[in-house]
Every structure is written in structure tokens, then in C-alpha cells.
């Protein structure tokens, strides 16, 4: 990809004016605890980075395993990072993973201590800080939001203009389906805010009868619809044991299939947008 950015220029002004022309994709992937977003991300990083791309992955789930099917196992986060060193630096917070996907988790407070929420603002304040879009360059992020609650940090990515095109993992499950809705309705309300606005719903399958058509007639109701179906399939946790992607652990499998013709329907379905972390007004 030919980056507006591979110019160099000696003057340090300009540079530092270019630097926020940089274009991307900005995707966040939002669901319910536990729906599959991660896995979801994780072989759709995958696979967009077999085609070529610089992606970046940013886990914003205080159980901060976004990224360990990319990492082969779990990093420390921003979050810790900040903890333990107040003056930390980006390779600190930013690991890179299987085919090159840069990958960053947000990290959370110990259960039942102070605001997931407030964690997630605070390591997106200190990525911005770090100028961490400028030293990467990413051509996509993934931000992997959990949305039991779209409170304010969990809200950030799709509110303060760091995410343009926003999918929802759902199943067929009612809890599921209640949780898409509320992140739905977030979205639609910070739409007018010119940001962020719902790309789709992407189905990942539990065998729940009717649950095509039940997720079908949700997605309506959230005024969007279904972009891709993911069967449920024992290659997700033959790959897993093994730490990693379907994408990268079974490559011939059908579900790597899916998952490839999924990335490119998210990549199809979103917009680079340019700007810093933020993108532009
Ligand atoms: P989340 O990030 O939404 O909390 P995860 O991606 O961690 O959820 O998924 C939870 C578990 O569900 C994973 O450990 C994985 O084994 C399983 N899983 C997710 N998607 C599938 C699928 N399509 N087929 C089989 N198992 C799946
Ligand atoms: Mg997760």
C-alpha cells in the first residue's frame, strides 16, 4: 500500500502535519461477554494481514485476552504497563504478533476495584500521548470492545471519534441479542456525531433453533442486517489450544474459509478515514 506518510521530509513541522493524514480503517468489533468477539477479531486481523495489510489489534476488555491467539498467549497491557513504569514506551504497550499484527490490550482494574471503563480512556490517552498511529502507521485497527454495558469507557471508541465502522457479534441468544441492541442503539445515537455508524451484525452461531431468522429479524430491528454468518465449529478450539487463528492454524479448513470471506466483507464495508487515533472532524 502506498502511504501518504513514506515521503520523508526534513522539516519536523510538516512531518508532524502529515503525520495526521495518514488514512485508515477504524473497526470496532462489539458484542456480549463471551459471544466471540475476540476470536472473531483475532481471525479477521489474521486474515486482512495475509492480504498484505498492517493491522493493528486493541483488545478493550478488562479480561485483556483480545490478542493471545495472535501473541501466542497473553501480553501485558497498557494499563499495567502504566503501573508499573510511569514513563513507559510504545514497544512497552505494542507486541507484535503472528504475520505481523501489532497487537495492544487495554488492560482493566483487579475485579471489584475502580471503573473498566475509566481503564480503557485512560490507555487510549496514553497511546495517543505516545503518537502511537504516527510510529505504526497501521492501515487497519480493530478495536475489540466488550458491550454488556455501553458506559462511557466502554463507549469511547465508538463516541470520541477512534471508531468508524462498527460490527456486532451476536448470536441467537436473547442475552446476546439484548446486549447488540443497546450497543445498536449507542451507535445510531452518536451517528449524527459524524463518526462512528453500524456496519453490521456479524452472527456467530450456537445452534439455537430459528437463529438465522431470529438474528435476521433483530439486525432489522437495529436497522442494519447480517453481513456474515460463522458456524460454530470444533476448529476454533482445536486452534486455540494450539494459541492460535483458524486463519493461521488451519488455513484449508472451511472455517478459515468463512473467516477470510468475512474479513473482506468488513474490510469492503468500512472506509479509511484519516487522521491521528482520532479521526479527523
Ligand atoms: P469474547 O471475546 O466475546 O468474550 P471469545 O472470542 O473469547 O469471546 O470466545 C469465547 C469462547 O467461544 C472461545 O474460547 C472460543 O473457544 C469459543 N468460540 C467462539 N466462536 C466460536 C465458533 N464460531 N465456534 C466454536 N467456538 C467458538
Ligand atoms: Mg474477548
Not at 41 to 64: E, F, H, W, Y
Not at 76 to 86: F, I, K, Q, W
Not at 157 to 170: E, K, L, S
Given at each position: 500500500?502506498?502511504?501518504p506518510?513514506?515521503v520523508?521530509i526534513e522539516?519536523?513541522?510538516?512531518n508532524?502535519?502529515?503525520a495526521f ?8 468489533v462489539?458484542g ?7 476470536t472473531?477479531?483475532?481471525n479477521?486481523?489474521?486474515a486482512?494481514?495475509q ?12 479480561k ?5 491467539l495472535l ?8 494499563l499495567?504497563?502504566?503501573r508499573d ?5 510504545l514497544?512497552?504497550?505494542?507486541h507484535v ?25 485512560a ?7 505516545l ?5 505504526y502507521r497501521?492501515?487497519v485497527i ?7 454495558v455501553v458506559c ?7 463516541r470520541?471519534?477512534?471508531?468508524r465502522?462498527?460490527?456486532i457479534?451476536t448470536s441467537?441468544?436473547m ?7 443497546n ?11 459524524g ?10 452461531s450456537r445452534?439455537v433453533?430459528?437463529?438465522d ?20 465449529d470444533?476448529?476454533?478450539?482445536r486452534?486455540?489450544a494450539r494459541?492460535?487463528?483458524?486463519v493461521?492454524g ?7 474459509a ?7 466483507k468488513?474490510?469492503?464495508g468500512?472506509?479509511?478515514?484519516s487522521?491521528?487515533m482520532r479521526?479527523?472532524d
Amino acid at each position: 500500500m502506498i502511504h501518504p506518510l513514506s515521503v520523508t521530509i526534513e522539516s519536523e513541522s510538516i512531518n508532524k502535519q502529515l503525520a495526521f493524514e495518514g488514512s485508515m480503517r477504524r473497526i470496532a468489533v462489539y458484542g456480549k461477554g463471551g459471544i466471540g468477539k475476540s476470536t472473531t477479531s483475532a481471525n479477521i486481523s489474521t486474515a486482512l494481514a495475509q492480504r498484505g495489510l498492517k493491522v493493528m489489534q486493541i483488545g478493550c476488555d478488562p479480561k485483556a485476552d483480545s490478542t493471545k491467539l495472535l501473541a501466542g498467549g497473553r501480553i501485558p497491557t497498557v494499563l499495567e504497563t502504566m503501573r508499573d513504569n510511569p514513563d513507559p514506551e510504545l514497544e512497552d504497550m505494542i507486541h507484535v504478533g503472528e504475520n505481523g499484527v501489532l497487537c495492544v490490550e487495554c488492560g482493566g482494574p483487579k475485579p471489584g476495584v475502580g471503573c473498566a471503563g475509566r481503564g480503557i480512556i485512560a490507555a487510549f490517552e496514553k497511546l495517543e500521548e505516545l503518537d502511537v498511529i504516527d510510529q505504526y502507521r497501521p492501515d487497519v485497527i480493530v478495536y475489540d470492545v466488550l458491550g454488556d454495558v455501553v458506559c462511557g469507557g466502554f463507549a469511547m471508541p465508538i463516541r470520541n471519534g477512534y471508531a468508524r465502522d462498527v460490527f456486532i457479534v451476536t448470536s441467537g441468544e436473547m442475552m446476546a441479542l439484548y446486549a447488540a441492541s443497546n450497543i445498536a442503539y449507542a451507535v445510531n445515537d452518536f451517528t449524527h456525531d459524524g463518526y462512528a455508524r453500524l456496519g453490521g451484525v456479524i452472527q456467530n452461531s450456537r445452534g439455537v433453533e430459528d437463529e438465522d431468522a431470529l438474528v435476521d429479524k433483530a439486525s432489522a430491528e437495529m436497522g442494519t442486517s447480517v453481513i456474515h454468518r460463522v458456524r460454530r465449529d470444533p476448529a476454533v478450539q482445536r486452534c486455540e489450544a494450539r494459541g492460535v487463528t483458524v486463519v493461521s492454524g488451519e488455513p484449508d479448513s472451511e472455517m478459515a474459509a468463512s473467516y477470510r470471506e468475512l474479513a473482506d466483507k468488513v474490510y469492503a464495508g468500512s472506509e479509511d478515514i484519516s487522521g491521528g487515533m482520532r479521526l479527523e472532524d
